[in-house]
């Protein structure tokens, strides 16, 4: 897969202040998050990949482009969605987003073609006549979703997209974001201190703290890794069960209380316990695959000595 | 993207060229203005004048129409062109002036108030076609009502006084486009930035009525206090009708200050809207 975003050593600074310190990385997932507390440094790291910051140093490819010299080019493909309310109260939906997308563009007829269908690909084909002062705060995240993906972006980055949003709106968001995920036709950058937002859409994590990179996971791998760890409650003698187990290949710690957790090896599935454990008469009570959350990778990230 | 199927797709079709997006920022503020009634009432009076003006040109050269109105024969109606032509530009100036007080501040204070300028910067628009698109909403506004006119009415003399006429007064059409085009630039530049700084739209308004009208004021207190004529410097309309009295070749008016230095002033303005703007137009205000 091509890489979709590639810093290099970039570091931006606000007078005296670094906000972003020499981050490194290459980023090439279909939808990829920003994660981070607040004041990681998350917006501002997309800020200067719009161009919005100059760089202090180093420098950063979008999409292939240089975001010193191809400024322009990377605002044609990029789609943005930013954090706060940003758009023009006395105009109504259709005409704001058909303004936003002649801006990037489009003629004036596609535009409004395109604005129709935007507004309700997002769920506002009812309200686009209504001035947009006068929509609720979902109904403004959902306007502001439009504007981004109207002009059919390869990139759309948004920045909390699920701010203020009740549980309803928060999951037709999600929604969303997954189904453009899904159509294959749009890479999406999420930043967000939402982890649960992160974990349900993106592939790809990359969290921040104090303007450093402090961790860069790929979920789907992690998702797949952890597919390997085995938790069971047991009843019954853990220690033959436990020496079965291993000459299959496992690995196996007891932590008493009838408690195993194991790394299966390859070739060795969950039968395999089964069968195991029924040859030996075990009570197998319960059986988790250890998931580490993105909660956990998150925390872990925070509490290394570099993250802090 | 159909609505029909409502899912994501990518748009395929020709894009605009680049140059042109500011023009979508002009469109756009111009249906917005029109919009007003008002707005679009006093735009069309502001053609009046030039009306009124036109039919004294033709009715200069019309003997019969100027026995019908019992003027005294041999006598010209119009017997001072610059007079005429500056007295023209003076009139469609001042309307110039109440036009941008009404019209500035609905260009970019909106956007800031908003928080909107980090959308239109998402897009392939730098921040000076941004500041451009809005400069040509005033300055083609103004110039409709002042050069424009002011030229199509030389034009009307020409024809009607003949090639002669034209060709040895060429310079007052100069001075019509130079003149008004100076007042163009320092009204559009200061509505600009007075609408970038002044969120509230009605105190925008005031103040760029207040900048002609108080500089003048100031200006004169300043002058009469300190025995000086340095107070026009702070005076705008002063140094505009200084530059107009230089293009008209009106030899009586009384300056107070250098063209040069009127023109450094304005130009001193112009440059100082210009770095207000730089502050403001920003997506993001940075905290250092």
């Known amino acids: 897969m091509s890489t979709l975003i590639e810093l290099e050593n970039l570091s931006v600074r606000f007078g005296k202040r670094t906000i972003l310190d020499q981050l490194t990385c290459s980023l090439s997932g279909r939808a990829i998050g920003l994660l981070g507390p607040n004041g990681a440094g998350k917006s501002t790291l997309i800020n200067t990949l719009l161009g919005f910051h100059k760089p202090a140093g180093g420098t950063a490819h979008v999409l292939g482009f240089d975001i010193r010299t191809g400024e322009q080019q990377i605002r044609t493909l990029a789609g943005y969605m930013p954090e706060n309310d940003s758009f023009i109260a006395n105009m109504t939906a259709v005409a704001f987003i058909r303004y936003m997308a002649e801006l990037s563009g489009l003629p004036s007829e596609p535009a409004l073609e395109r604005a129709h269908e935007a507004l309700f690909y997002v769920g506002l084909g009812e309200a686009r006549y209504r001035k947009l002062g006068t929509y609720s705060l979902g109904m403004k995240q959902l306007a502001k979703l439009a504007q981004a993906i109207v002009h059919g972006p390869k990139l759309v980055i948004l920045d909390e997209p699920t701010n203020g949003l009740d549980p309803p709106a928060r999951q037709r968001m999600i929604r969303l974001i997954k189904e453009m995920k899904e159509s294959g036709e749009v890479h999406i950058v999420l930043c967000s201190h939402l982890l649960r937002d992160v974990e349900e859409t993106c592939d790809e994590v990359l969290i921040l703290n104090r303007g450093r990179i402090v961790h860069y996971s790929n979920l789907e791998e992690e998702r797949r890794a952890n597919r390997r760890f085995v938790e069971l409650e047991t009843v019954g003698d853990q220690a033959p069960f436990a020496v079965a187990l291993e000459k299959l290949g496992c690995e196996c710690a007891l932590s008493g209380h009838g408690r195993i957790k194991m790394v299966m090896s390859d070739g060795v599935d969950i039968r395999d316990i089964y069968r195991v454990a029924a040859e030996r008469d075990m009570q197998l009570r319960r059986l988790n695959y250890r998931r580490d959350s993105l909660e956990d990778i998150f925390l872990k990230a925070i509490d290394a000595p570099g993250g802090k | ?288």
Request: glycine share 8%.
């Open chain 2, 1 to 288: 993207m159909a609505i029909y199927k409502r899912t994501y797709r990518a748009y395929a079709g020709q894009l605009t060229p680049t140059w042109s997006r500011s023009w979508i920022l002009t469109r756009y503020a111009w249906k917005y203005l029109f919009r007003s009634r008002v707005m679009t009432g006093f735009f069309s009076l502001c053609f009046v004048p030039a009306l009124i003006m036109g039919v004294g040109l033709y009715l200069n050269h019309s003997d019969s129409l100027l026995r019908l109105l019992r003027f005294p024969p041999g006598r010209p109606l119009i017997s001072d062109f610059p007079l005429y032509f500056r007295t023209f530009v003076t009139i469609q100036c001042s309307f110039a002036i109440i036009l941008t007080a009404f019209a500035a501040p609905t260009l970019i204070s909106p956007d800031l108030t908003n928080n909107a300028l980090p959308l239109f910067f998402c897009r392939p628009i730098s921040r000076a076609e941004y500041v451009f698109g809005k400069f040509c909403v005033i300055a083609w506004l103004v110039s409709l009502m002042t050069w424009v006119p002011g030229l199509l009415l030389f034009g009307i003399e020409a024809g009607l006084s003949g090639p002669v006429w034209a060709w040895n007064n060429l310079w007052l059409a100069n001075a019509i486009f130079f003149g008004a085009m100076g007042y163009v630039l320092i009204l559009s530049f200061l509505g600009l930035a007075l609408s970038a700084w002044v969120k509230w739209k009605p105190i925008a308004g005031a103040l760029v009525l207040g900048t002609f009208f108080l500089g003048t004021g100031f200006g004169a207190a300043i002058n009469a206090i300190m025995r000086t004529t340095n107070g026009y410097y702070i005076d705008i309309s002063h140094m505009i009708h200084t530059v107009w009295a230089a293009l008209f070749r009106d030899a009586g008016f009384e300056a107070g200050v250098p063209v040069v230095g009127a023109v450094i002033q304005l130009l001193a303005v112009c440059a100082l809207c210009l770095w207000l703007l730089s502050r403001k137009i920003r997506a993001f205000e940075v905290v250092r």
